[in-house]
Nanobody
Framework: VQLVESGGGWVQPGGSLRLACEASSLVAFNVGWFRQAPGKEREGVSCINDGDESTYYVESVKGRFTISRDSAKNTVYLQMNSLKPEDTAVYYC??????????????????????????WGKGTLVTVSS
């Protein structure tokens, strides 16, 4: 599975951006967004499960970011509102097969590092500054 992120760029504090993660197919995949700021470790930001589309958000983005998926377009979006300078980072999309039906992890366990994601995009840079 090849993942391609788009939508990054520069925005002033308080602004919005929408990131997109496109793949040839995301059927039966849980998808997550991660970010890595300069000098910091990679952080799981949000994820969406396959099927029931249940979601997870890290505390720092709750109420500001919204993850969604368009199955017809094989695309997962991350709508980012009220952006802050501390949101500046390279944002990566990642995917892992949904195996909850055989006792596998939900995407929150994958995006918080308890289980690994299998496929990664190359990232898109988001810069929030005035």
């Amino acid at each position: 599975v090849q993942l391609v992120e788009s939508g990054g760029g520069w925005v002033q504090p308080g602004g919005s951006l929408r990131l997109a993660c496109e793949a040839s197919s995301l059927v039966a995949f849980n998808v997550g967004w991660f970010r890595q700021a300069p000098g910091k470790e990679r952080e799981g930001v949000s994820c969406i499960n396959d099927g029931d589309e249940s979601t997870y958000y890290v505390e720092s983005v709750k109420g500001r970011f919204t993850i969604s998926r368009d199955s017809a377009k094989n695309t997962v979006y991350l709508q980012m509102n009220s952006l802050k300078p501390e949101d500046t980072a390279v944002y990566y999309c990642a995917a892992a097969r949904d195996s909850r039906w055989v006792g596998g992890p939900s995407c929150d366990a994958q995006v918080t590092g308890r289980y690994a994601m299998s496929y990664w995009g190359k990232g898109t840079l988001v810069t929030v500054s005035s």
